[in-house]
């Protein structure tokens, strides 16, 4: 017969550990997730409004029309900008002085810091040389601000061409967009005093490449709008740069249908904004072209032509020959 220590050998013990420290760690572990979670967020919205303000100013400038104003919240196409908050609309950037100054007294050039205006030898400019003198000083402000990379310019019978384009390393615009990068945006202002200057008029002409939009229906945003608006940008900068409304004679979207390079209708070189400084001939002859006629003459019965403006007199010689052939 077994003995009682036996027995309590043989008896089996169930002892119970208590883990009821561990459940408490365990239960406070997801306030520690939950709090970084919460740290993150707020993070991620500091971040948020942060570019929001940043992208401010950029943001009212591309919600203005060609005269300066606010676009209506709505009103047209709604414009594309990096950044959520409207925020502070107010333009930044310091008024121009827009009265002569023999002295050369140091001015504003548009784009925060102070120089010296570009001088020239004449305020009207009519010969070849005259244009060059012009060209030369145009590339001087192009290479000051650090684009001398994306000028070209010509010398032609109607006057100046100066063209801004895009390269593989830097672009005039956003892709896309008619948003101006910052030193395309400070060389149009630069270029504001110079040819405030100057009496000549002149044609600004946007241009795209041959990339076309997903949508091609008729209504859709094309090259056509945007080589518009881009246009529309460089002279609202220019302006801003203390350039006389007066001498924009005429602004033109031109799309991708004159690309400086032909061969490679995609290429960077042609997504430019060309600014054609006419000479006084030109501009008057353009002029008499797209405006009304003076008078109105008979030229064969059921015909009449349309007699130019006073002031052109080497068209009206031309009429008047051309009526006189007529009349024999």
Not at 109 to 133: F, I, V, Y
Not at 144 to 173: C, I, P
Not at 192 to 206: K, T
Not at 230 to 241: E, K, Q
């Amino acid at each position: 017969m077994p003995s009682l220590a036996d027995k309590k050998h043989g008896e089996a013990v169930v002892k119970r550990v208590s883990r009821r420290h561990d459940d408490e760690g365990h239960g406070s572990a997801w306030k520690v997730a939950f709090a970084d979670f919460c740290l993150a967020l707020m993070c991620l919205f500091l971040v948020l409004w942060v570019m929001a303000a940043r992208n401010a100013e950029q943001l009212a400038d591309i919600t203005r029309t060609a005269s300066g104003e606010l676009m209506e919240e709505g009103a047209g196409r709604r414009p594309e900008a990096v950044g959520g908050p409207r925020g502070s609309l107010i333009d930044r950037f310091p008024v121009p002085d827009h009265g002569d100054d023999p002295n050369g007294r140091l001015r504003s050039n548009g784009d925060g810091h102070a120089g010296r205006e570009p001088q020239l030898s004449k305020s009207r400019l009519e010969t070849t040389a005259d244009m060059q003198e012009l060209a030369e000083v145009v590339k001087r402000l192009s290479a000051e601000a650090g684009l001398a990379g994306n000028l070209l310019t010509e010398v032609s019978q109607q006057g100046l061409r100066v063209m801004l384009h895009d390269t593989d390393q830097s672009g005039m615009f956003a892709r896309g967009s008619a948003l101006p990068s910052e030193p395309f945006r400070a060389l149009l202002r630069k270029m504001g005093p110079l040819f405030a200057r100057i009496e000549n008029q002149m044609l600004i002409l946007g241009h795209t490449d041959a990339m076309q939009y997903a949508d091609a229906g008729p209504s859709a945003y094309s090259n056509w709008t945007l080589s518009n608006e881009r246009a529309m940008r460089a002279r609202l900068n220019l302006l801003a740069g203390g350039m006389r409304p007066d001498s924009v004679l005429q602004v033109v979207g031109m799309a991708d249908r004159a690309p400086i390079d032909p061969k490679n209708p995609r290429a960077a070189v042609n997504r430019r904004i060309e600014l054609l400084i006419l000479s006084s001939e030109q501009a008057r002859s353009l002029s008499a072209t797209f405006g009304m006629p003076a008078a109105v003459a008979p030229l064969i019965d059921g015909v009449n032509v349309g007699l130019p403006r006073a002031g052109d007199a080497r068209q009206g010689a031309d009429v008047r020959r051309l009526l006189e052939g007529a009349a024999r």
